[in-house]
């Protein structure tokens, strides 16, 4: 809701972000923070399995690397879900997953948050 409202309000004063190259176009430097939301959220549905499985709530932030050809080349859950059954499944998902390439030639490391509940 707050997202939507403040997609709106930039849309009201004209801070509209510019379009990014198409799909068809020349890969970008890096991946936008859109592109791997996008990826992640992609991985949704096994994401959801692990917790269901372990049945464990909170935040479960995964630390991974990306190669530029989008392929994870190491994923982790850091904090407090690290080394547990669901960070560990969660962290098997994102190296399993498939993410927007980028032609910038040196891999890229993210953290990102997965809320379960």
């Not at 407090?80 to 910038?104: L, M, Y």
Request: glycine residues 8%.
């Amino acid at each position: 809701m707050i997202l939507r409202a403040l997609i709106l309000v930039g849309a009201v004063f004209g801070c509209q972000p510019k379009p990014g190259p198409s799909v068809t176009g020349p890969r970008r430097d890096v991946p936008s923070r859109a592109d791997l939301q996008a990826d992640m959220h992609a991985l949704r549905a096994e994401v959801q399995a692990c917790y269901d499985r372990c049945r464990e709530s909170g935040q479960v932030d995964i630390q991974v690397t990306i190669a530029p050809s989008g392929r994870p080349t190491q994923a982790q859950a850091v904090g407090q879900f690290a080394g547990t059954p669901t960070g560990t499944c969660i962290a098997e998902v994102v190296k399993r997953g498939r993410f927007t390439k980028f032609s910038n030639p040196k891999p890229i490391t993210i953290t990102y948050p997965f809320i379960l509940r």
